[in-house]
């Protein structure tokens, strides 16, 4: 089976977002065995929608189309399917309702363009949405498997994960295309890859995005016999740079090893700015390992909140791996935690140029301390995202009892 | 002049990397009055880029093609230009010495494999590539404006500045696509677009995103008369929901008018954790209106970090207005701020499903105090950045003035 994506919305061919979207599906597509040949992106106007979805329906086995579903007048999808496959819109009373009983629960009053979204083509199903108010569609053409989705990153991420998916791993018979990622924290690209000379190829390739490093292992289902052996040879070579695998994340990682050990986090942030508490609070079930988390954005917070000494300031600048320890365990005494993060940094754009990528990151536990000092190029944004990646890698090593720790 | 985009990579059909190239291009192309009509993204196989080729060689004025210009056998993108428009490749002898000068100047050989990068179809005119070896192809094929670019963004980047936009505005007299966004809060989209009734249309889209709703208004140079008569209709009906315009955000919207009327800002989060803080110190220069968060996310650290009384969780609950005021107050007070504001709610996943998604933002500052509750849907992630949005925009009517304060 061979698949197409379709996108739809205007926003995406006046360049005002990346399709990210298109990213997504695709990757999760060839997850179950379903390569896309082809992506197309379109404008909010029915008459183009219809002519790509016919090309597309002309081509592929399977055409997953995505955008243009919510309750405005320039969403376009469902009348442009209408059109591309002959089946009239037909209102459905269950969805009505269920949309109905979804906006009493929050307090709304549905206004008449919501209930538009309860159209769908003759023959077709309606997708369950369980993130927001729009239902995907799904529908049988000709042989051909339709799958339309709304174009808000969650809810198609949704209804991937939680209708396309197992509907086309049950039609493939699970004849996936064999895909392992490894994620690494700690090491640029460019080092990596020579860590990996003669093993990076057609079955793995090398990926960087803020701070980490995706290795990819791909195979046909038909022809993974080898993946095993590849990788563990890339894991001999990487070690623990490796932190995990598939999609989790060194935040998800970090808070298992804390779960593990029994130990309650807090975090002391100056440049980061609440990113890294945001991080870790962003995994389920936060609180049973982070405790507590400052923002101390200027000196006087700092003395004030974490009771950093002002002679330490004062002595060794607000960005030292001196005011980091500070930090850290001021944070650590004040939340009654067992270990404590901090970050202090120039994310820029002032002061000097030179100064801005000049990080500090400390480290306090029951009975010692730690702290880093780095420097990066990007931007401010990235130099914060990028912060909060080497802190958590930092702790992350810490807690598998790195030797390379004083 | 009608345009269309075709990007060439296997990397972006497996979804290992989102299309930004097409979005960059696609920006680029409608600020000189060039709007772009289709996006299509292809494989590294030279019949299905052909066959793309011919595609949009039969519908669009423009076609920019953009990677698989490299020296490896996988770059195919000369081929199927030539392919498509029927003209034989030319090895380029200028070009090879370029190359040859190129590679001496950084004192590496020059591969066979490189040669290649100076073939080009008869008729053509290379591209100079400022940043790279590959240069980029310009020719006209019976009417139709053809520019083939690098993959590698900073190439494509480069070769769009000095080539093609300068070569497209001068053949369009500069007429650009005139653009201009409003952006709003606090209002649902449907909501929204049932305020804009008749007003919606061929010039004015609506867009979605994470708590926020995006008003575009749209026409080209030529006809851009009507677009201030409809900005004007547009703000006039939504009043204070427009928060900004362009690509501003909440956050510099709001400590723009806390450095205006000279307030220092410290934030309470349990729920967000740390993301709140994390937009607000996002923002260039934050240490001039932000003083200090709080990640309260245990009873307990409300309590001892922000001097929540014991028996305001205990009688109205953790998630109340009671709380969430008292939280903003004990932020205030311990940070010495003259304003702050707090969040307290359910992400979930668990635990009884009924509770998650409700959310109390609360707000203190020298004379009074504020809060609201309110309920919505989404993942734990989409609740957390919606709660921030929504406390943002809160803060925002606080600092305009609205009447709506107690």
């Given at each position: 089976m061979i698949a197409e994506v379709v996108s739809v919305g205007s926003e995406l061919l006046a360049g005002q977002i990346a399709n990210t979207n298109a990213r997504y599906i695709s990757e999760a597509l060839a997850g179950v065995g379903v390569p896309v040949m082809l992506?197309?992106?379109?404008?909010?106007?029915?008459?183009?929608?219809?002519?790509?979805?016919?090309?597309?329906?002309?081509r592929a086995d399977v055409v997953v189309v995505c955008g243009g579903l919510g309750p405005t007048h320039d969403d376009l999808t469902r009348e442009a399917v209408s059109a591309a496959t002959g089946r009239l819109l037909e209102r459905d009373a269950g969805l009505v309702a269920g949309l109905e009983r979804r906006f009493a629960r929050m307090g709304r009053t549905m206004s008449p363009s919501n209930r538009q979204q309860a159209d769908v083509p003759a023959g077709a199903v309606s997708i369950d949405n369980p993130v927001g108010t729009a239902p995907g569609i799904f529908l049988e053409d000709e042989g051909r498997l339709v799958y339309v989705l709304p174009g808000v990153p969650d809810e198609m991420e949704a209804m991937m994960r939680g209708f396309v998916l197992p509907d086309l791993s049950v039609r493939t018979g699970g004849?996936?295309?064999?895909?392992r990622t490894l994620r690494t924290a700690g090491?640029?690209?460019?080092?990596?890859?020579?860590?990996?000379?003669?093993?990076i190829g057609p079955n793995v390739g090398v990926y960087a995005s803020e701070g980490e490093v995706r290795?990819?292992?791909?195979?046909?289902?038909?022809?993974a016999g080898g993946l095993p052996g590849l990788e563990r040879e890339v894991r001999t070579r990487l070690g623990s740079l490796v932190y995990g695998e598939g999609d989790t994340t060194l935040e998800r990682v970090v808070s298992g090893l804390l779960r593990q050990r029994g130990l309650r986090l807090a975090v002391a942030e100056s440049l980061t700015g609440g990113m890294l508490a945001s991080r870790i609070v962003g995994v389920p079930g936060a609180s049973d390992i982070f405790v507590a988390g400052y923002v101390a954005y200027s000196a006087r917070a700092k003395i004030r909140d974490l009771g950093v000494p002002p002679d330490v300031i004062e002595r060794h600048g607000l960005v030292s791996t001196e005011t980091a320890v500070a930090m850290a365990l001021g944070a650590r005494a004040r939340a009654e935690a067992d270990v404590a993060l901090s970050t202090t940094g120039e994310a820029g754009p002032s002061p000097a140029e030179a100064a801005v990528g000049r990080v500090c990151v400390g480290l306090s536990w029951e009975g010692g301390d730690a702290a880093w000092t780095f420097g990066m190029g990007g931007g401010r944004e990235m130099i914060r995202r990028r912060t909060c990646t080497y802190a958590l890698n930092r702790l992350r090593l810490w807690l598998l009892g790195d030797p390379g720790l004083g």
């Open positions: 992506q197309t992106a379109v404008g909010d106007d029915v008459g183009q929608i219809e002519r790509v979805l016919r090309a597309a329906l002309g004849s996936a295309i064999v895909t090491i640029p690209e460019s080092d990596l890859a020579d860590r990996l000379a003669g093993v290795v990819c292992l791909t195979a046909p289902a038909s022809d």
